[in-house]
């Protein structure tokens, strides 16, 4: 081989390795890499809807996008997460407006005794109220979709048939749900949900009121093998992404976002219904576990009792100039519609 020629083969080798790294590292570059941030531990409900969104968006955007998930607390905890967000700490969050009581005032009435009757209801609405609203107190965060859990229901450690039954009993319970336990004539009893197998177990409570897929995703039907179906409030949760973040994205990317906001608060409420589902046959099958159900008259009893809530709400919103009875209005027409289309 002559010199001159070995140098030309020598040159086209240097210039191909050279275009490789090149496209290695602007395909690295393109790369968007974000973090999701929630505070319950990875079996929960609302981290697999965390997981699901990471996926569908990697795929739908060819891999562009890359989501690291942080489940348990890792990144950030329940009541620092959307100013977490906002500062940067995460580029997105999940947790539950209710637990900043006074923050979200408008959305406020997604958590009362409104009579949902399922996740997949009551996040389609939620949703739709958000969109139509988009209340100031969310001006800081972009927010990419909402959802709520399954309707309250008492799991316990006795059985409670009725409210005679129901009167006294220390049962765990915070905020919105506490307050409906004791228009129950329940003693609600505030703590983490961490801290409530001991307390069980301790007796410091009698059960606990919660959406029902945890009886199987925390295993709470080893230790409450009776569950009293109280159609209780749920509780909305709130996805959202730092605005700086979120204005950076190219707009492909933002497209895959917004397309996917509506798919994924029906998927997850839906999602939920049917862990719930699950978990009850589950409870039966291993536990035993047996569900009662209160009388009309009981029912219908409880929510007069609990409708103070409600008015205090529409007392709040009035007083700070928002529009609550027409939010309201609008949350039972919509709850309406979407019984019919996901059914009771």
């Not at 001991?198 to 409450?224: R, T």
Request: some cysteine; overall charge positive.
């Amino acid at each position: 081989m002559k010199r001159k020629q070995f140098f030309k083969i020598l040159g086209v080798l240097f210039l191909a390795v050279a275009l490789t790294i090149s496209v290695s590292t602007v395909s690295r570059a393109a790369t968007i890499k974000l973090s999701y941030a929630f505070f319950a531990p990875s079996r929960s409900f609302p981290a697999a809807q965390m997981e699901r969104w990471a996926k569908e968006v990697a795929k739908r955007t060819n891999g562009k996008v890359k989501v690291s998930t942080y489940p348990g607390g890792t990144l950030l905890g329940a009541k620092n997460m959307f100013d977490g967000v906002i500062s940067g700490i995460a580029d997105i969050g999940c947790s539950c407006p209710p637990y900043m009581p006074g923050r979200f005032p408008l959305m406020e009435a997604v958590d009362l005794p409104v009579g949902f009757t399922s996740a997949a209801v009551a996040s389609a609405v939620t949703w739709d109220l958000y969109k139509k609203y988009r209340p100031a107190s969310f001006s800081k965060l972009k927010v990419l979709t909402m959802f709520t859990c399954s309707p309250g229901q008492i799991m316990s450690k006795v059985p409670l048939k009725s409210l005679k039954d129901l009167k006294g009993v220390e049962i765990r319970g915070t905020g919105i749900s506490g307050k409906y336990l004791k228009a129950a004539g329940v003693t609600p009893v505030a703590m983490p949900m961490s801290s409530v197998p001991e307390s069980l177990q301790k007796g410091v409570v009698k059960g606990l009121i919660s959406s029902i897929e945890v009886m199987k995703d925390f295993n709470f039907a080893s230790l409450c093998q009776n569950v009293t179906l109280m159609g209780g409030p749920t509780t909305s949760f709130a996805v959202v992404m730092n605005k700086k973040k979120w204005n950076s994205l190219p707009d492909d990317v933002k497209k895959v976002i917004n397309d996917l906001s509506d798919e994924q608060c029906y998927w997850t409420g839906k999602m939920e219904d049917a862990r719930g589902e699950k978990a009850i046959a589950w409870a039966k099958k291993k536990y035993k576990v047996k569900i009662y159900k209160l009388t009309a008259k009981e029912y219908k009893a409880i929510n007069s009792k609990a409708h103070v809530m409600i008015d205090k709400y529409l007392a709040k919103t009035k007083k700070a100039g928002l529009p609550g009875k027409k939010f309201l209005d609008d949350l039972y027409a919509l709850k309406a519609k979407y019984e019919k289309k996901f059914g009771k």
